[in-house]
């Protein structure tokens, strides 16, 4: 029933490889949303996309790539893992006003 | 530049009591005020919100107070239970920006 789910739910990674993490929204929103939290820097948005197949950079993109292959799904891609991205991601979506946002349960995400 | 700040960082309570979680932000633009809560190992969650054009917003035990003029607002949790112990960030929004500003939360403890 969940309407915003996550996969996988916890993961670790090797510095240098790849990491893909998958959203799955059903919902029906055109906007979704990667943000990453670490303590004491609250929520901070990565990358955000407001149509399949666009994507648009957030306020700290640097070292992710996002992709949009669909309306209800949305997937945040690290190239190079590195252990300054350990951290816990989350996805979320909302309406077109963005007002709203409805998240997932969230990635915890360790680089080793 | 950190539009949205909180305090305090984190709050300690009694059951029963009153605790007050502070927000205030920067952009006199920002006209929607969401407030939410998150539990350890979830997402966050929708609580309440107030839109710019109010001063007070009530849900059940949850109060928003909004100061327009100062550009403060707080939430206000009566009778705390421990089942309130949840970090909450306040954000700020402006319709068809689709990009929410969120603080850095406040930590709060209610202890039985």
């Known amino acids: 029933e969940a309407a915003v789910t996550q996969s996988p739910r916890s993961k670790v990674a090797v510095t240098g490889g790849k990491v893909t993490l998958s959203c799955h929204q059903t919902?029906?929103?055109?906007?979704m949303y990667w943000y990453r939290q670490d303590t004491g820097h609250g929520l901070r948005l990565i990358h955000y996309s407001y149509v399949a197949d666009s994507t648009e950079k957030g306020d700290i993109p640097d070292g992710y790539k996002a992709s949009r292959p669909s309306q209800e799904n949305f997937s945040l891609i690290l190239e190079l893992a590195s252990l300054s991205q350990t951290a816990v991601y989350f996805c979320?979506?909302?309406?077109?006003?963005?007002?709203?946002?409805?998240f997932g349960p969230g990635t915890r995400l360790t680089v080793l | 530049q950190q539009q949205v700040r909180q305090s305090p960082q984190s709050l300690t309570v009694w059951e029963g009591e009153t605790a007050i979680l502070n927000c205030s932000y920067e952009?006199?633009?920002?006209?929607?005020f969401p407030w939410y809560q998150q539990f350890p190992g979830e997402g966050p969650a929708l609580l309440i919100s107030i839109r710019s054009v109010s001063d007070k917003k009530e849900d059940g035990r949850f109060t928003i107070f909004f100061n327009k003029r100062e550009k403060k607002l707080s939430l206000h949790i009566t009778d705390s239970q421990p089942g309130d112990s949840a970090t909450y960030f306040c954000?700020?929004?402006?319709?068809?920006?689709?990009?929410?500003?969120f603080g850095k939360g406040t930590s709060l403890v209610v202890h039985p």
């Open positions: 979320a979506s909302s309406d077109e006003q963005g007002y709203e946002q409805y």
């Open positions: 952009d006199s633009t920002f006209n929607y």
């Open positions: 919902n029906n929103h055109d906007y």
């Open positions: 954000a700020a929004s402006r319709g068809g920006n689709y990009k929410p500003t």
